[in-house]
Nanobody, 123 residues
């Protein structure tokens, strides 16, 4: 079992950067695939990015490809989401999720979730 806590959200102007962190505690973090999802008001939770256990596989949603970068530091039990060139459409609550066995992008596949962090991009 792993506990996830997101941080780093806030208010940023369009075009600006922001870095989110997802800190894990509990089980050995390097055993888990980790993903970021986001949910805007009135919309479904959407996949953003995921990273494999040893960082050898990273996958992004088309909407963020080329602007967002997911990375992890297993020694620090932390996954990061570097977000550049932010747009108002990126405004959402961002969640990190982890799973020991699931390695794809469907939110139903992840057993462990953080509480979310709000990202607001002003135009």
């Amino acid at each position: 079992q792993v506990l996830l806590v997101e941080s780093g959200g806030g208010l940023v102007q369009a075009g600006g950067p922001l870095r989110l962190s997802c800190a894990a505690s509990g089980d050995t973090f390097s055993f888990y695939t980790v993903a970021w999802f986001r949910q805007a008001p009135g919309k479904e939770r959407d996949f953003v990015a995921r990273i494999s256990r040893l960082s050898d596989n990273r996958y992004y949603a088309d909407a963020v490809k080329g602007r967002f970068t997911i990375s992890r530091d297993n020694a620090k039990n932390t996954v990061y989401l570097q977000m550049n060139s932010l747009k108002p459409a990126d405004t959402a609550v961002y969640y990190c999720a982890a799973d020991k066995w699931y390695i794809y992008s469907d939110s139903d596949g992840y057993d462990y979730w953080g509480q979310g962090t709000q990202v607001t991009v002003s135009s």
